[in-house]
């Protein structure tokens, strides 16, 4: 069985602690978190092993009644392979870690491309990173837009991506980010970043970016304007969207106004934490003018990278290939909607 | 098997349907919903047979492809008592109804107490209700309030009880509410008619309420002083509380901030539908001085009132008493944090 | 001196009297109300003349301590021209009035363009709408699209205009307008309403738009990809842009991140109500790849279309050309930043 | 003419500028700030003299085209006296500075008591500060919880004072700030730090203090309890309020349901920058029942403590005595709604 570390316990680190736990061919064998808050007791009660990422924070764990196996150290030499889900930066700090510890590891979105073998989507191309070392599971937003990309440039060819990306300002958990009442362009330069982060995965894509960011916390909303290299009609789009297993064409009948609503359903659905990992395509919004494709998607940023952490494990150790593991993560998590 | 008929299939109905499911001592015999929305799609996957609110919306249901099967009139007729979970109004609307069919009914917190023949609360007077015909669950406010004052009345005695309720402005998937950016005195005139509604419960309680909305969706938050007649220390009061199988009092080591991060918890325990049943009192902020305790709690208005509905049904139809039905209720549905 | 009666006098109403108050060649004969709340008083103190929107309200005026020199149709009948700034929907109601009475009336952007002789925009069609009779100020969105297109379409000519509108869920004193934590694709299919609606300006301009609500209530923020026919340098297009005197080019020393320091320089310019009757486009944020520009503009909801009722009054009745009439309104207002 | 320097001219300071300059006895001497941002503009434009607040950015100031005059030592060295309104610490940090000059100082709210001679609010305790070097104007929360005591104390005798403290997450342009989508409870323990705050100014006033905090920027709400040592009518108090004139009494028929619609109302005035400098007490919640006094007021955060400064400078310097130097301030700023 494959022992997957995840070093950096939150919002992504837990998810992807529960997907790996609930796949047939990994396990858990331990997570790493800075401090002993209300996290550490989730991940104790889950019945995963605790290390905490300082070995001086050691101590404040034991005090708070937590038993640690040891330190982020510990566990990368007991791991066949981390997933590490830091904050932002601390990635890169880890990296030569990984290397002395001769530890491969997959690295998330804010992390730079440099850093790694190959940025990664399952979708996408997942043969990139088959028995790479340093792997980059992309941003929830690059991930729904490769999602996307993808079937469109097979089916049809793309000529085009022009896509505003309209941001939440935070997760749920995130009482200290704003903002409160304001629209922000974000950043303000345009084409933002999120365009070449998207050509780590699709190197020769010409797409442009804009990013803003509103005071919300549930999903991103992509407005998209795709330029096709052929005329598909909308039915035909919406038809090729619904057949992707991590694309969920929302039906109109459904009655589902925004984001809001959505997390609702998979509320109903039993989700856990209500997540949605796939894409939310409006099926209502899709309209082929021409060969420019228009659409609203939205995006569940604490969950959409999950089943591509599961994946991009796969991939890097040949548990599966492509289909095979898409499949398998699919299945155990019961992905699609 | 007491067979029970949700009447009204929203945010309450179909947390009562899944309470109701999970006991071994009744069983959900259908729903009623208004519209063939998303909610609908949610029943039918859960397996509850659906009637739709009106006989000339059947055919809208039948168009969207949803089964029905008989209209309100119908399910409640089928049912042995009702649990009426419509928008504020439409139960007095439906009194009537309940009382041609000679089917007992819970009506929910919006209702007027005048149509039933008592106002509930599991703690405080479960006995009020047994073998009534008509009960009234109270709103999830007056809910929150009346556990935390049955046993504070108990064990200490209470002159004064002054509370002011900071309300979440709608649900998370209410798009049309409001505010944005505002808080709103809510009602204007002060005490609020939250005060005499506890009084439904505790007829002699002193009790001035202040209310005000806020643009949030998560929670509502009660800012607490309470004049007992005993001086027992905080840590005395904090014990008591966590004793209370329904409150859970928020350890200072877990840091938790406020209602997001108490919904955060309630996720990575894997919660259904992120719910919090219980009232959420920060231990950190209990607090006496001479007799005058003060205290946070937050109120997860969704699902607070859940548990009471289930209750509510053992009173009325004699299947159990107060401690038994708690704790079957309790059992059944995982309460306690 | 021209008689301008306001029959309406809410969020646009109250703006265009105090800019028509501020004309050397017009004065306000009087303003129209639905109901005796704080705008009632707000009109009495800036001295305007008080007129019931309906007759069955007056006594609830007087009550409230107002003297009313009559309702709305009188004011009509008093009026040389009406500015009608009534809820949407009202406007088509008060059509016939303005007609029975002889009275030549301005309608806003959400009634339809049918109703009247033509729509308008100072910039981009003052001519259409010189002896008109019945005239539209095009909605908010609408009239900053308009001014962006004008110099673009006679500097480099406009192969196609593609926009995502980020809109604000309500106006400041707007309570019960939401969003509180959502993202709203409104309306869900694409292109929108706004695209059409900008073609009543220009009636041959290619144009997609996408529309979206977010929980705000300072501005509406543009997203906007525009093809257009030649190749300008991105400062070139700046320069032109900087040359309108109602688009606010922000330059980048000023570190405005969005739309709450975008207000907070109105406020700290003095400006009446802390307004922006500008288009507020980002200068960072104008980029021109081949031949498509990007760029980013924040539309003030509450008063951009100010300038343009006061211009439309001229056109119709004559009083001054474009180009002399949107001098004396930015002059006597203060337009430009 | 008093020569009046700013020292941190943000929220606070550019208001204390404009209102200081509004004055016959004192002028402006010069403004200092960080950075030379769209502030910097503003204070240039409306004439006032800038400095750097820190030698090393003289030259940040000079690239982007800003005069600047000196250092904040070099204000400090000009000025009579100093208005410091640096971030909360900053103040801190400056009193030997100020001391090392001999200028006599105020520094604000989040400022230590222990920094200064007294601790100050013109209604209250004018004539503690008469003569002092170094005054500390109280926190926006503090402010108007003094404004209402002091009549109260004097009118009734006040036995006890609780009061929540329902603050807004940030002012409007403060990007970075939340929550987004919560209630905080903060601090968690209770009371909290407001009421030993409020004994700064009465030192013998019981007073207990509840803080929240939630996702708005407009003002705080404080939801009162107040025992007084008579028995007035609610009637009374509502007069007594109302002949204050620093507090504004909401009228009902005016119809401001909250925060939005005040601020709105003071947009109608034509108030500076839509400021409310008043404490907004609704008229329909003032209720005296037994002896306990309940109330709803509003505090804008941003401009509550501005003629307070003003009064501040004025009893410091001798310049006028607390009747006279209230009424300038008032007549100067238009104080009074
Ligand atoms: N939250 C999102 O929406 C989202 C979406 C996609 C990708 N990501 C990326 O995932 C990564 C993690 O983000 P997150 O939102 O889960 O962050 P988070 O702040 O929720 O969690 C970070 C976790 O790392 C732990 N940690 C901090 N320093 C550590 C260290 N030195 N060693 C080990 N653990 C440490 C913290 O205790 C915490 O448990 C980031 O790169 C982020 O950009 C986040
Ligand atoms: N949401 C809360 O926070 C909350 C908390 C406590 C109590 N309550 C009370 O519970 C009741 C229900 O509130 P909710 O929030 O669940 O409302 P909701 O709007 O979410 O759900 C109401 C449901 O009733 C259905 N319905 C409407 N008219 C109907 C009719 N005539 N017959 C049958 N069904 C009909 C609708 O289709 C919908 O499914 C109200 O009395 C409310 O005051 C609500
Ligand atoms: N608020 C905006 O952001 C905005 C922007 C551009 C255009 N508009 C358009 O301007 C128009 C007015 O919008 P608003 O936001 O000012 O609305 P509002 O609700 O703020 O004001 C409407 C005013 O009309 C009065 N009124 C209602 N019925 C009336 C009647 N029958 N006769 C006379 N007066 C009546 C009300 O008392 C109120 O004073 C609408 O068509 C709207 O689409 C609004
Ligand atoms: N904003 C409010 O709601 C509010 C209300 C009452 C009291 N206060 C208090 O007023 C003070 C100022 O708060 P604010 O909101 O105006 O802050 P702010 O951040 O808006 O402004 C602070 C200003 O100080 C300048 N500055 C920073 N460091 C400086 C230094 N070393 N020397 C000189 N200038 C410096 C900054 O450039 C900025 O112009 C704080 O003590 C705060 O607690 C604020």
Avoid at 151 to 173: C, F, M
Avoid at 302 to 325: F, H, K, Q, Y
Wanted: charged share 25%.
């Amino acid at each position: 069985m494959l022992q997957v570390g995840i070093n950096g316990y939150g919002t992504i680190g837990k998810r992807v602690a529960d997907a790996v736990a609930a796949q047939p061919d990994m396990e858990v064998c331990g997570v790493s978190k800075a401090s002993p808050d209300f996290g550490a007791d989730g991940a104790v009660r889950r019945g995963y092993t605790l290390y905490s990422a300082r070995e001086d924070r050691v101590s404040a764990f034991r005090k708070a009644g937590y038993e640690v196996a040891g330190t982020s150290e510990d566990l990368i030499a007991e791991s066949d392979i981390v997933v590490d889900a830091t904050p932002g930066g601390i990635g890169a700090e880890n990296r030569p870690r990984y290397e002395a510890a001769g530890t491969p590891a997959i690295l998330q979105g804010k992390e730079s491309d440099s850093l790694v073998d190959t940025s990664f989507n399952a979708r996408a191309n997942f043969e990139d990173a088959e028995g790479a070392e340093y792997v980059r599971v992309v941003s929830c937003n690059t991930t729904g837009i490769s999602r996307l990309v993808s079937p469109l440039e097979e089916a049809y060819g793309v000529e085009k991506v022009r896509a505003t990306l309209v941001r939440r300002g935070g997760d749920p958990d995130q009482t200290g980010r704003g903002p409160i009442n304001d629209i922000l362009p974000d950043p303000i330069t345009v084409p933002s970043h999120h365009g070449p982060d998207v050509n780590t995965i699709f190197p020769d894509l010409s797409i442009d970016t804009m990013g803003l960011t509103v005071p919300t916390t549930l999903m991103h909303m992509h407005s998209l304007n795709i330029e096709l290299e052929s005329e598909p009609s909308s039915e035909e789009v919406r038809e090729l969207l619904a057949g992707e297993s991590r694309i969920f064409v929302v039906d109109d009948g459904l009655a589902i106004d925004g984001t809001g609503k959505l997390r609702e359903l998979a509320r109903d659905r039993g989700r856990p934490r209500g997540d949605l990992w796939e894409n939310c395509v409006w099926g209502e919004s899709i309209n082929v003018q021409d060969s420019e494709l228009y659409l609203f998607q939205a995006i569940h940023q604490e969950s959409d990278v999950i089943p591509e952490n599961v994946d991009a494990i796969r991939a890097m150790t040949g548990l599966a290939g492509r289909d095979e593991s898409m499949a398998m993560t699919n299945e155990s998590l019961g992905i699609g909607l």
